[in-house]
C-alpha cells in the first residue's frame, strides 16, 4: 500500500504550522528530513521561523542527525503544493472537528497514493475525521504532546477504516525518526494521555473554583511530588512500588477501599469567570513576570537534561523496537523481560554501596546498564539527549 519503506522516507509535508505543528517540523529538520509546510495564516511563516532561531541552538545541543539543516525548510502557498512530493504528511488543522475533518479530506485529495496520514488531533476519533476521505484506509492519528521535538511519545491509532498497515508504517516510520511511539490497543476519545490529563485537570479546576487550594499549591504538589516520579515510571509502577515486597497485589489489597472515598470529581465544574480569572492570575503569579516565552525555554532546557536521565534509568516501556502495546512487546514483557528484572534486582542488590564500606550513608553504585534493561528492548537508537 505504502510509496515508500519508512527507513526511506526522507519528505514531509506539514499542513498547519501553529505551536503543535511548527514543533513537529522542528522534530523533523532535527533528523535530517526535508519538510514542506502550508499553513494559510499570514504570520505563519514569519512564526514558524522564530521558533526555529530560538530553537535550533537546543536542537543542536541533543544532537543533529545527518542532513539536518534549517535549508531544508520550505514554504508553500496551497496545500497540494506542500503534500506533492511527501512521503508522509503531518496534518495539524484548529482542534474543530468538522475544521480537521474537511483538512484531512483536502489532504486526502492532493496527496500522492500509498503515502500515510497523519493526524496530530488531541482527541478526535479518526473513524469521524476520516468519513470524507476518498483514501480513508491510510488515514491514522500521530497524536504528539508539546513539544513535538522533545517530547519522545506520540499515540498511533486507526479509525475503522483504516487499514492496519497503514498504522504499522507509521509506527514504523515515528520509530525511525527517534519518537517513540505508542500503538494504542483500540480507538477512544482523547486517547490515553490526554484522558490522564484531563481527569487531573477537572480536578485541579474543582479545588481552585471552591477556594479548596491555590494553581501555585496544585502545581507545586505535582511538580515536586509524584510527576518526579511518574516520568521514570508512570502511575501504575509508581503504585506497584506502593505495595511494598507485595507490589501492585498489596497495593490493591491494602488501599483498594479508598477507591470508594469521594477523593476526585471527574466531571469538570463551570468554567465560571471567577475560576477563570483564579487560574489566570494563578499562573501570572508563578510565571513572576517571566514572559511564555521565557517559560519555554526554561522548560525545554529542563526537558532536553531530564530526557538523558529517562534514558540512562528507563524502566517504563519504550516503544521503539517492538511499539508499546505490540504482540511482540507484550510477550517480552511478560516472558524474557521479566527474567531481566530478576536478574537487575538480583544484581543491584548484590553490589557493595561506595560510602557504606567507608562508614558514610550507603550510595546504591547499580550501573546504569543494570537498571536500563528492565521490561524493554532497548531502542535501535538513543532518544533525544
Not at 525548510?73 to 512530493?85: E, K, T
Not at 509506527?171 to 494521555?193: D, H, I, M, N, W
Not at 490493591?252 to 477563570?276: K, N, S, V
Not at 558514610?360 to 534493561?373: C, D, H, I, K
Amino acid at each position: 500500500m505504502t510509496a515508500v519503506l519508512p527507513e526511506q522516507a526522507r519528505r514531509v509535508g506539514i499542513v498547519g504550522a501553529g505551536v503543535i505543528g511548527g514543533g513537529w517540523a522542528l522534530h523533523y529538520l532535527r533528523t535530517g528530513f526535508h519538510v514542506d509546510v502550508y499553513d494559510p495564516s499570514p504570520s505563519a511563516r514569519t512564526d514558524l521561523l522564530r521558533m526555529l532561531e530560538a530553537n535550533w541552538p537546543l536542537l543542536d545541543q541533543i544532537g543533529l542527525r545527518d542532513g539536518a539543516s534549517q535549508d531544508r525548510l520550505a514554504f508553500h502557498d496551497s496545500l497540494a503544493a506542500a503534500v506533492a512530493d511527501a512521503d508522509v504528511v503531518q496534518e495539524n488543522a484548529p482542534e474543530d472537528g468538522a475544521v480537521k475533518r474537511r483538512v484531512l479530506a483536502d489532504v486526502d485529495r492532493a496527496t500522492r497514493p500509498g503515502v500515510v496520514i497523519a493526524s496530530s488531533t488531541s482527541g478526535f476519533a479518526m473513524t469521524m475525521l476520516q468519513a470524507d476521505c476518498e483514501h480513508p484506509e491510510r488515514c491514522v492519528v500521530g497524536h504528539p504532546f508539546n513539544p513535538p521535538y522533545l517530547i519522545p511519545v506520540v499515540e498511533v491509532v486507526g479509525g475503522q477504516r483504516t487499514d492496519p498497515a497503514a498504522v504499522d508504517w507509521l509506527v514504523r516510520f515515528y520509530a525511525s525518526t527517534g519518537k517513540r511511539p505508542l500503538r494504542l490497543t483500540q480507538e477512544l476519545p482523547g486517547f490515553v494521555g490526554n484522558r490522564l490529563q484531563e481527569a487531573m485537570w477537572r480536578e485541579a479546576l474543582h479545588m481552585v473554583a471552591t477556594g479548596q487550594a491555590t494553581v501555585e499549591e496544585i502545581d507545586a504538589s505535582i511538580a515536586f511530588g509524584p510527576g518526579l516520579r511518574w516520568a521514570l515510571m508512570g502511575p501504575c509502577l509508581t503504585f506497584h512500588l506502593a505495595g511494598g515486597s507485595g507490589g501492585m497485589a498489596h497495593m490493591l489489597d491494602h488501599f483498594g477501599a479508598a477507591l470508594e472515598e469521594p477523593w476526585t470529581r471527574l466531571q469538570a465544574p463551570p468554567l465560571t469567570p471567577e475560576l477563570r480569572d483564579r487560574l489566570i492570575e494563578g499562573c501570572l503569579r508563578q510565571a513572576d513576570g517571566r514572559s511564555v516565552a521565557d517559560l519555554e525555554r526554561l522548560r525545554d532546557g529542563f526537558l532536553a537534561e531530564l530526557l538523558g536521565l529517562v534514558e540512562r534509568y528507563a524502566v517504563a516501556s519504550q516503544a521503539t523496537g517492538p511499539a508499546i502495546g505490540s504482540d511482540q512487546s507484550r510477550a517480552e514483557q511478560t516472558g524474557e523481560r521479566a527474567e531481566s528484572i530478576r536478574q537487575a534486582e538480583a544484581a543491584g542488590r548484590a553490589e557493595p554501596t561506595r560510602q557504606a564500606e567507608a562508614g558514610g550513608p550507603a550510595e546504591p553504585t547499580r550501573s546504569a546498564e543494570s537498571v536500563r534493561p528492565v521490561i524493554a528492548a532497548e531502542p535501535a537508537e538513543p532518544a533525544i539527549r
